[in-house]
């Protein structure tokens, strides 16, 4: 089974906690914020930890 979460204010905070909480549980995560600078570096490094993340700016 295929588990997909999408995360709104993900790239900092307690949304971003969220966010690595679900990637290190074996979820697809998918992950919204407005800065792209934040959403980029967020990225990056859960990324580089192996975590299946994608994020997006909106």
Known sequence: MN???VVTGGAAGI???IVEMFAESGYTVYFIDKTPE???LAEGKMSERGLSVTGFVV
């Open 38 to 40: 934040a959403v980029e």
């Open 3 to 5: 588990r997909v979460c």
């Open 15 to 17: 949304g971003r906690c």
